[in-house]
């Protein structure tokens, strides 16, 4: 399968079947062979494993999917997508092709009932742009039993969820995806591989998801106020920042004792922060305000 060989595909199944792609669902097509070959070596599937696309379109990656994975379920949100996506995997019968919005799909039972936990399935995806944030985000807050999620998105937004703390990029995304899982930098994707071609480029993430978060907390949700905190007001030192999540009979001399038991200088931005660092603030600040 040549790049030039899945142009003159894409194209003449969007012509034979009448189709002009939508750019409201970030419909830009995948023509790039060697992309594809590097998310299916970050993919590390084989006849045991199950994948989970998000946004198949004319099924260019799912092709690959389907020639290595044990069972593949593709969700689309296109219904125009979904009867030509039938017909090309209709003597695949470890293909399904599932018609609905990722972001409203019961995940949970579809993973469960369709590709099993043993070993876990993966998601391997080339995202919609307008929705690619809420979408790693419900994969990974939900907890579902994935190995790992091997994604195609808006360069930028990969390089915030693989940034290193004190750089531009790091922020409260950085922060919280970190928790979930273990991120790695697979490959930058240039503009021109996708039909049509869109005004940003692009890059190939694999977030490797953990069984267990890497830090212990006592309150969870304390931990993402805080993180979310931090970063509304980065440019301000933390007992600033976070002076905000007080309650009213309490001062900032609160923050900075917390901070200095755990081991931080309350003349730090919360932007130079690692997890491990906004965990042990956490625990320290708990009880205090809560
Ligand atoms: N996988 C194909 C490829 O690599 O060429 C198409 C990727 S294209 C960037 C994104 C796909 O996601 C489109 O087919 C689009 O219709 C679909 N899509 C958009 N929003 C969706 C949603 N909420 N749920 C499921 N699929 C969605």
């Not at 399935?121 to 807050?141: C, D, G």
């Not at 694999?206 to 979310?228: A, D, K, T």
């Not at 038991?261 to 603030?281: H, K």
Request: a neutral charge; aromatic letters at 4%.
């Amino acid at each position: 399968m040549t790049s030039t060989w899945i142009t003159g595909r894409t194209r003449e199944i969007l012509a034979r079947h009448g189709i002009q792609l939508k750019k409201s669902l970030g419909q830009h097509f995948l023509t790039d062979q060697h992309v594809l070959d590097k998310m299916m070596k970050a993919a590390e599937l084989d006849s045991r494993t199950g994948v989970l696309e998000i946004g198949p379109g004319v099924g260019a990656l799912t092709q690959r999917l389907a020639s290595e994975a044990g069972r593949v379920v593709a969700v689309e949100l296109d219904g125009r997508l979904v009867p030509v996506l039938e017909e090309l995997f209709a003597d695949q019968p470890h293909v399904s092709v599932v018609h609905g919005d990722v972001m409203k799909v019961n995940l949970a039972a579809l993973i469960r009932d369709e590709l099993g936990t043993n070993p876990r399935p993966s998601v391997v995806a080339n995202l919609p742009y307008y929705v690619t944030t809420p979408i790693l985000m419900r994969l990974l807050e939900e907890r579902l039993p994935l190995a790992h999620i091997v994604v195609m998105i808006q360069k930028e937004v990969a390089e915030r969820l693989t940034a290193e703390p004190g750089t531009k990029a790091y922020g409260s995304i950085t922060v919280a995806t970190r928790y979930y899982a273990d991120p790695e930098w697979v490959c930058r994707v240039p503009a021109h591989v996708f039909i049509p071609r869109p005004q940003v480029d692009s890059a190939v993430i694999r977030l490797n998801v953990r069984s267990q978060p890497p830090v212990e907390v006592n309150h969870e949700r304390l931990l993402f106020q805080i993180i979310r905190a931090a970063f509304n007001r980065r440019r301000k030192t933390l007992p600033n920042a976070l002076a905000p999540l007080l309650p009213a009979d309490l001062g900032k001399e609160v923050l900075i004792g917390a901070l200095e038991a755990a081991g931080i200088d309350p003349r730090r931005r919360g932007e130079t922060l690692s997890l491990e660092e906004f965990a042990c603030l956490t625990n320290h600040l708990d009880e205090r305000i809560l």
